[in-house]
């Protein structure tokens, strides 16, 4: 069992950066890919990014490719993503999940946070 929680969202101007974090409760969460998505008014959830267990392996989708980074710290149970260069079309809600193997599918994702939002102002 993990239990995620986000934070970090906010408003910021197009070109700006943003860090959002996700917290993780449990002792399992080192043995789970951590994953990204995000969902904004009138489309489906898409794949953002994804961590693997060791940090070692990054996953990310070509919208976002090179503009975001995502990484992880077993230690403290976080995963963060570093979004930079923001464009109008990065505005959404952003989940943090959990996968017992990397995935671009949500149905993979056993946990799930509850959401941050981030607005980008052109």
């Known amino acids: 069992q993990v239990q995620l929680v986000e934070s970090g969202g906010g408003l910021v101007q197009a070109g700006g950066s943003l860090r959002l974090s996700c917290a993780a409760a449990?002792?399992?969460?080192?043995?789970?890919?951590m994953g990204w998505f995000r969902q904004s008014p009138g489309k489906e959830r898409e794949f953002v990014a994804a961590?693997?267990?060791?940090?070692?392996?990054?996953y990310y989708s070509d919208s976002v490719k090179g503009r975001f980074t995502i990484s992880r710290d077993n230690v403290k149970n976080t995963v963060d993503l570093q979004m930079d260069s923001l464009a109008p079309e990065d505005a959404a809600v952003y989940y943090c999940a959990a996968a017992p193997y990397y995935s671009r599918y949500e149905s993979t994702y056993d946990y799930w946070g509850q959401g941050t939002q981030v607005t980008v102002a052109a």
């Open positions: 449990g002792r399992s969460f080192k043995t789970y890919v």
């Open positions: 961590v693997s267990w060791s940090g070692h392996s990054t």
